[in-house]
């Protein structure tokens, strides 16, 4: 890479970094009834990034994102849209005036127009309005698809219709409700890859809801977990994956298996042996171990004994059962076979994820 291409991109990091967030929310609530759906939610989202809403169903992840849409009216709370507040205690913002672009889980595509109807349908300038269909259609790969109506295009190209509509505009941010779900599973994984290139080379910054662990990690700059209306936490998919701030967050983002353990700062003993463990603890904690991290080893003298396997063909998970009775799940290649009740011993790799279960100890 050359000197100037750095400076441009050091230049492009530094001006984002001075920009305010694409989005800002700051202690967001709303109650439906008894619910309360969304419950002092605060977040950034920076520009150009892709940021997921996941958790479990009912958690508050649509309603914080038809908060942001202006869609629903917050209880309290402040909401900005590049920089210019949409919404706070006083004023409120309607949403065909906030800058955003929608594209929702069943598309909404209009069916009596075409696909260029439906891209141009929010376009005001008349004079631009083709060109502009035409650049963003060739943005989505679907050039030269004007003519062609909804009902003739497959749930991926429609997909693509609904973003292309969306980026039309050319909002602040787009705002996803679960842009996947009504794909079937064979096309879904081709379509994630597809819409992340075409946010990305569109410079778009987005908000996607989804309850699918992997489509968050896999898609997401930075992953929000709902919980009960709450944030539990945000950070990098790495983040959350290795620093999980509770049990909840990672049981829900990943499979693991917990087994009580003594802390000692970065070690803890438990029945598995004396393991490295983070973030340092000391005391009686909860030991998450994720199944991918756990190795078994034949031995007939071992203390473990093979429960059950289920085999994926890319990988298997073998369950044991450890001296104490608990279950322990490891994650393996498809090569090492185990037939239920063989005897093996078990190795951790990396380090585990330590939660206290009690106040600490001196
Ligand atoms: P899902 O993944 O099932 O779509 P979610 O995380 O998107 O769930 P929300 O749809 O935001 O959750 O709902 C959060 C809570 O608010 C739920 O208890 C839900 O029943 C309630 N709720 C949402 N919208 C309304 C409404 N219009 N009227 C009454 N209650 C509502």
């Keep these: 890479m050359s000197s100037e291409q750095h400076s441009t991109r050091a230049e492009n990091q530094a001006q984002t970094a001075l920009a305010p967030p694409a989005v800002s929310v700051v202690g967001l609530s709303k109650r439906f009834g008894s619910a309360l759906a969304v419950d002092d939610v605060s977040l950034d989202v920076q520009r150009g990034s892709l940021l997921a809403l996941l958790g479990p169903s009912g958690c508050g992840k649509t309603t914080t994102l038809r908060l942001i849409a202006g869609l629903e009216r917050a209880d309290r709370g402040q909401i900005a849209v590049g920089g210019r507040s949409v919404a706070d205690g006083s004023s409120f913002v309607p949403p065909e005036r906030r800058r955003v672009g929608m594209v929702f889980q069943d598309y909404a595509l209009f069916p009596h127009l075409d696909v260029a109807g439906n891209v141009g349908f929010g376009l005001r300038d008349r004079a631009r309005r083709a060109a502009r269909v035409g650049e963003v259609l060739d943005l989505v790969g679907l050039g030269g ?22 980026l039309a505009p050319e909002p602040e941010v787009l705002l996803l409700d679960e842009p996947f779900s009504n794909l079937d599973p064979a ?107 756990v190795r078994l080893c034949a031995d007939p003298s071992g203390t473990a004994a093979i429960v059950r396997r289920e085999f994926y063909g890319h990988d ?47």
């Design 187 to 293: 096309l879904r994984a081709h379509v994630r890859a597809e819409v992340r290139e075409i946010l990305a080379r569109a410079e778009a910054t987005a908000i996607f809801v989804t309850h699918d662990r992997e489509e968050a990690l896999s898609l997401a700059d930075q992953v929000a977990v709902l919980w009960q209306g709450r944030l539990a936490q945000i950070g990098t998919p790495d983040e959350l994956y290795r620093q999980p701030a509770s049990l909840d967050v990672a049981g829900f983002i990943g499979d693991a298996d917990v087994l009580p353990g003594v802390a000692r700062g970065g070690q803890v003993d438990c029945e598995l042996g004396t393991l490295p463990g983070c973030p340092p603890a000391y005391g009686e904690v909860a030991v998450l171990v994720r199944p991918e991290d």
């Design 145 to 166: 698809m004007e003519r062609r109506m909804p009902r003739q295009l497959s749930g991926g190209q429609q997909q693509r219709v609904a973003l292309a509509r969306a």
């Design 316 to 362: 298997q998970l073998v369950t044991v059962r450890l001296p104490s009775g608990r279950l322990l799940r490891a994650r393996l290649g498809r090569w090492q076979s185990f037939e239920p009740g063989a005897r093996v011993e078990i190795a951790v790799d990396g380090v585990v994820s330590l939660f206290p279960t009690a106040g600490p100890s001196s």
